[in-house]
């Protein structure tokens, strides 16, 4: 129990303790103005508990290290006081006023945050801003207490760029040093440098490089230099790419202050690990220039010269044919797209075969890129290669250049055997149905042969007979009018047809009375009237008598009154042609006889 | 002494159309023993003093075909069937020849309405529709003069009604020919003659390349800008070719 009391004591005590302290947070930094790529460091203090710190954005700072946590309790007079410390270590990328953000954290649930911190950055000294930024972070061996400062001095890795503003596509060496004065033991590589957006290459095939160490001097400070890593870098995009800095972890001897006469004599010195890593550096790639670009260009950069050749002018079709372009210069050879080409559109290309023959030699990447084309031309005909055509860019005169070959003379002539090539719609035509082994026999017959430009349809002759009908039907339709227009007045055609007959008949008749014979007048007009009864009923004249010509007439449904005054006038022309008649002239028997005749023709 | 005149006469008129009709049977001979290119020859002879017909531009064309030389070949079938569109021998021997050449194109299709109307106005021949035209007016007047003049007034009735359906059925047919004329006018074809013809989007030989055709291929003339031709394929594709590339139908 009491044990227990006691405990509850010391707790609460402690409580009290707590309440009572006045818990601060703060943000501190050694200086507010520094110097481009200068380090340092920026430490969020807060003395007592609390939990879950948030970071603040460094905007326009680098983080070389952190955040690294301190906690210290220290019991003075009794008075127990913890602190967490977070600190960074910070490099200012470029000059400019800078605000280091808030840091927050919770503190028995209440949050609490820091002041920002204004920071002007200036630029800083071009050899003095290399050698401060160069070893950046120096994890602390697990073992022994390391200051940063301490190694920096004589340990550090810096990474040497030939050129910081270039071209897209134009080389960079960058070359990882390695400046130390003081003895190494061991080294390891931790990560080499990702390099993205840059295509790289090794300066140095050899796998296990010899380190080749000299002198340099660094601000009147000697050091020994040795080349840790070369690198050949192509930058693959424009705008700011950045180095990736390089890692390694190096074990060095250092001295230590002694502890004892025996060590003094001797000399003290104790093993560091250190980690260091090189300080990344920013390569502006510019973009190639628009103006002038060529259409066909393919991304080279450098300087080349261009060959081509074809090993054959003349073949037959289907038979292969190679070309070869072969691009040797000085600059990203292995990053050329394929060369832009322009082949007669009847040649069966493929794709290139490209062979690289790449030679580091002194640091530049040179030699040469092989294309080699396979063609087969598919019909007959002479054709022309255009020229071949490749373009790259210069960047020491800052031009496109554009190299161009001869164009090729290809006499192709008949293949052996013709293969259907499809050149509109490849093989989407379906296979046609056998129809017949051969061709249909000419024509022996039917030929009618004409000469050449005598076109029958549209002549004159064909319009011709085209209007015969027409104007047949046309005089054919005058010609009926005529006819009904004569032959309106019934009466008068028939009498004018019956007197025709009658005249005809009565011709000889009429000759007498003129010349005033009464008795051959009478004997004319009598055998008048019996000739055309005769001629009528066609009666031989021999066989005509009054009664045969009365029962002739009456068959023939003609009225009785005229016959009877057919009977009178023929007695009574009997008569006369032997007595001579009184009481009617001869022009009035002939009228008479003329007038029976008609009515008979209307009769019958 | 005189009918000796009369005959020498006779004998130097007749012996041009015999001479011919000896060279076309000559012609005819040589095809089928086989000689094509003597029978090619002596065609090439008949077409040379000026004769056509839809029968010698056949035959011409298959001595082409047998000389294997294609594109000649579909030249004189196509020749053959401007003068005779539905003759079936010509229709089957252009499809055949056609499978010969390179470019596989397919037709785009027609219209039906198109189709049947090509069909309709190239169902005959135009020297078989001008006579037949000729007849037909001809048979409608002579009936209609025969209405004028019967008196029996079933026949009247039934004559008029006939003569206006020859009349009818004559301007059809001179309609038909008047279409075929106009349809062959302005339908130019040609076929290509050169192995290999790039063509190019404008009449400018530094035009762009659309796409190749080869001989034998049968394109539809469009138009004609000094010594370029715009022409256009079977599948509706258009462009520009030089004009010595082809040879007009």
């Known amino acids: 129990m009491n044990k227990k009391l006691y405990i509850l004591s010391v707790l609460l005590l402690w409580a009290s303790v707590l309440f009572a302290q006045n818990t601060t947070f703060t943000a501190a930094v050694a200086k507010t103005e520094v110097a481009v790529g200068e380090q340092f460091e920026v430490a969020f203090t807060l003395n007592g508990n609390g939990e879950r710190f948030a970071a603040p954005g460094f905007g326009g700072f680098q983080i070389l290290s952190g955040p690294n946590v301190s906690t210290s309790m220290t019991s003075i007079n009794g008075s127990t006081t913890t602190s967490i410390s977070y600190s960074y270590i910070l490099a200012a990328d470029r000059e400019g006023d800078f605000v280091i953000g808030p840091g927050s954290l919770y503190v028995n649930g209440h949050i609490m945050v820091t002041r920002p911190i204004r920071m002007h950055v200036v630029k800083g000294q071009p050899q003095r801003q290399m050698r401060r930024g160069v070893p950046q972070q120096q994890q602390q061996a697990p073992i022994e207490q390391v200051s940063a400062a301490d190694v920096s001095k004589n340990l550090f890795i810096k990474a040497v760029v030939d050129k910081t503003n270039v071209y897209q596509g ?35 095939d050899k796998k296990q490089m010899q380190v080749v160490w000299r002198t340099e001097v660094v601000n009147g400070t000697k050091y020994n230099v040795a080349d840790i890593k070369q690198t050949i870098l192509f930058p693959e995009h424009s705008g700011n790419l950045t180095i990736d800095p390089l890692g390694m972890t190096f074990v060095v001897r250092q001295q230590a202050p002694a502890r004892d006469v025996m060590e003094q004599f001797f000399g003290s010195f104790k093993d560091v690990k250190v980690k260091l890593k090189s300080q990344p550096v920013t390569i502006h790639v510019k973009p190639l220039p628009y103006a002038g670009k060529p259409v066909d260009f393919g991304g080279a950069v450098g300087t080349f010269k261009l060959d081509a050749n074809m090993d054959k002018t003349a073949l037959k079709a289907n038979e292969a044919l190679n070309l070869n372009v072969r691009v040797t210069g000085a600059g990203n050879i292995m990053l050329f797209k394929t060369i832009s080409t322009n082949f007669p559109l009847d040649f069966e290309k493929y794709d290139p075969k490209v062979t690289d023959t790449i030679s580091k030699e002194g640091g530049r990447i040179s030699g040469n890129r092989l294309y080699n084309y396979l063609l087969i031309p598919r019909h007959e005909g002479k054709y022309t290669v255009d020229p071949i055509k ?22 192709v002539a008949k293949g052996d055997k013709e293969v259907n090539v499809s050149a509109l719609s490849p093989a989407d035509k379906q296979d046609v149905k056998i129809l017949d082994k051969d061709i249909r026999y000419i024509k022996n017959t039917n030929k009618n042969l004409n000469k050449l430009g005598n076109e029958f349809f549209g002549s004159v002759g064909y319009y011709l007979l085209l209007l015969l009908g027409p104007v047949l039907f046309i005089g054919a339709l005058f010609y009926r009018k005529w006819h009904q227009r004569h032959n309106s007045d019934m009466v008068k055609v028939r009498s004018r047809k019956a007197s025709k007959i009658a005249a005809r008949h009565l011709a000889n008749a009429k000759k007498e009375l003129t010349t005033k014979n009464a008795k051959g007048y009478y ?23 009054k009664e045969t010509i009365a029962e002739t007439l009456r068959s023939k449904s003609v009225s009785e009154t005229l016959i009877t005054q057919l009977q009178d006038t023929l007695d009574f022309c009997d008569m006369a042609r032997f007595a001579p008649v009184s009481g009617i002239s001869e022009q009035e028997v002939f009228d008479k006889a003329k007038n029976m005749i008609n009515d008979i023709e209307d009769e019958i | 002494m005189k009918y000796k005149h009369f005959l020498y006469l006779l004998i130097f008129l007749i012996s041009p159309l015999l ?82 050449t390179t470019d596989k194109i397919d037709e785009a299709p027609e219209f039906f309405l198109n189709k049947w109307w090509h069909g309709f106005i190239l169902m005959f021949s135009l020297s078989t529709l001008s ?100 022409i256009k394929l079977a599948n509706g594709s258009e462009g520009w070719i030089g004009a010595g590339d082809v040879k007009e139908i």
């Not at chain 1, 070359?175 to 080294?187: A, D, F, K, P, S």
């Not at chain 1, 490749?390 to 006499?411: C, I, M, W």
């Not at chain 2, 090619?40 to 017909?53: H, P, T």
């Not at chain 2, 040609?190 to 030989?205: E, H, L, N």
């Open chain 2, 19 to 100: 001479s011919f009709a000896n060279k076309d049977l000559m012609a005819d001979a040589q095809y089928a023993k086989g000689q094509y290119k003597e029978a090619r020859v002596s065609y090439q002879a008949l077409l040379n003093e000026g004769y056509q017909s839809a029968a010698l531009y056949f035959n011409m064309g298959n001595a082409c075909y047998k000389l294997d030389d294609i594109p000649s070949a579909i030249l004189y079938y196509e020749k053959a069937r401007h003068l005779s569109p539905a003759d079936e021998d010509i229709n089957f021997n252009i499809r055949f020849a056609n499978q010969k």
């Open chain 1, 523 to 545: 004997e004319a007009l009598f055998k008048g009237i019996y000739g055309y009864l005769s001629y009528k009923l066609n009666i031989p004249y021999a066989n005509l008598d």
């Open chain 1, 390 to 411: 490749f373009s790259y860019f210069n960047p020491a005169t800052e031009r496109y250049v554009t190299l161009s070959s001869k164009p090729f003379h290809v006499d």
């Open chain 1, 170 to 204: 134009e080389q960079i060496n960058v070359n990882y040093r390695l400046y130390t004065r003081v003895g190494i033991l061991e080294n390891q590589l931790d990560k080499l440098p990702d390099l993205n957006g840059f295509w790289s290459q090794d300066a140095n």
């Open chain 2, 131 to 230: 006579i037949l035209s000729i007849v037909f007016i001809f048979l409608s007047s002579l009936v209609l003069i025969g209405y004028l003049f019967t008196r029996s007034v079933v026949l009247k009735k039934t004559s008029f009604y006939i003569s206006i359906v020859l009349f009818a059925i004559g301007l059809v047919f001179i309609f038909m020919g008047n279409r075929q004329s106009a349809y062959f006018d302005s339908h130019k074809q040609a076929i290509v003659f050169t192995s290999t013809v790039t063509v190019k989007s404008s009449p400018a030989s530094a035009a762009k390349t659309l796409f190749v055709i080869h001989e034998g291929t049968k394109v539809d003339v469009l138009e004609t800008i000094s010594n370029r031709i715009k």
